[in-house]
C-alpha cells in the first residue's frame, strides 16, 4: 500500500491561484528539496506523518467541496503523490497541484492543473528551476512569480517575454507578504502593460499571522 508523509489537511479557501477564493480541501504534503529565502510553509519542509495513500484520498473526498489542492513543501518530491493526483481526478475532483518547479511536471496527470511557481533571484532558489518545464506549460497550468522587490520583477518580465509564457499560461505575479507592497507591483505592471494577473495571498489577509491551515 502506498504511503504519504503529511503535513497537513485541512479545508479552507483557495488562497493564490485563478481559483483563489473557493473552497478547497488541501492535502499539504511534508518535505521539501529547497530552502527559500521567503518560505511561509516551513513547517512542511521536514517530518510530517505517514498517511495510506487510500486514506488520503478517502479524506480528501469526504470534504463536500469540489476543489482539492496537493500542496507542500514539495509535493512532487514523493512518488506517490502522482496517484494521488490521479485517482483525485478519477473522483471527478478539480485538482490542483502546487509545486516549486524545481521538479519535473511531466509525469502530472493531465487532468490536474499545475500551479507552478518560478521562483524569483530574492528567494536564492531560481536556479533550481527545471527549465524543461517551461516548455511542459499547458493553457490549463498557471506560472506564479511572487515579488521581493525591483529586481524580482524585472526578472519575472524577462522570463514572460523570453518564453511568451502569457501566450502558454495564466500568469500570476503577487508580493512578499511584508516585503513589497502591492501598490509599487501593480504600478510597475501597469507602467510595463505586463500580460500577467496580479493577486494578493487572500489567506493571509483574512488570517493574519496564522501558519497553519489556511
Ligand atoms: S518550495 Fe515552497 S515549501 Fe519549499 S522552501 Fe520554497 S516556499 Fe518553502
Not at 485541512?10 to 480541501?25: D, H, L, N, R
Not at 490521479?86 to 519535473?104: F, I, M, N, W, Y
Request: neutral net charge; charged residues 20%; aromatic residues 6%.
Amino acid at each position: 500500500m502506498a504511503r504519504l508523509m503529511v503535513s497537513e489537511l485541512f479545508v479552507s479557501i483557495q488562497g493564490e491561484s485563478s481559483f483563489a477564493g473557493w473552497p478547497c480541501a488541501f492535502v499539504r504534503l511534508a518535505g521539501c528539496p529547497l530552502a527559500c529565502r521567503w518560505c511561509d510553509s516551513l513547517y512542511a519542509r521536514q517530518g510530517g506523518e505517514p498517511l495510506a495513500l487510500d486514506q488520503a484520498v478517502a479524506w480528501a473526498a469526504g470534504q463536500g467541496v469540489e476543489l482539492v489542492e496537493v500542496t507542500g513543501g514539495e509535493p512532487l518530491a514523493q512518488p506517490a503523490s502522482l496517484e494521488l493526483i490521479s485517482r483525485l481526478c478519477d473522483l471527478g475532483r478539480t485538482v490542483l497541484v502546487e509545486t516549486s518547479g524545481a521538479l519535473d511536471i511531466a509525469p502530472v496527470d493531465p487532468r490536474a492543473r499545475v500551479i507552478m511557481d518560478v521562483k524569483c533571484p530574492s528567494s536564492g532558489m531560481h536556479e533550481r528551476l527545471h527549465r524543461p518545464n517551461l516548455e511542459a506549460l499547458q493553457p490549463r497550468h498557471e506560472v506564479k512569480f511572487v515579488l521581493a522587490g525591483r529586481a524580482d520583477y524585472e526578472y519575472a518580465r524577462a522570463m514572460l517575454t523570453e518564453h511568451g509564457l502569457a501566450r502558454r499560461c495564466q500568469v500570476l505575479l503577487s508580493t512578499v507578504h511584508g516585503q513589497l507592497a502591492p501598490a509599487q507591483a501593480v504600478e510597475w505592471m501597469l507602467s510595463d502593460r505586463l500580460p500577467a494577473r496580479f493577486q494578493l495571498q487572500l489567506h493571509k489577509y483574512i488570517w493574519p499571522g496564522q501558519e497553519r491551515g489556511v
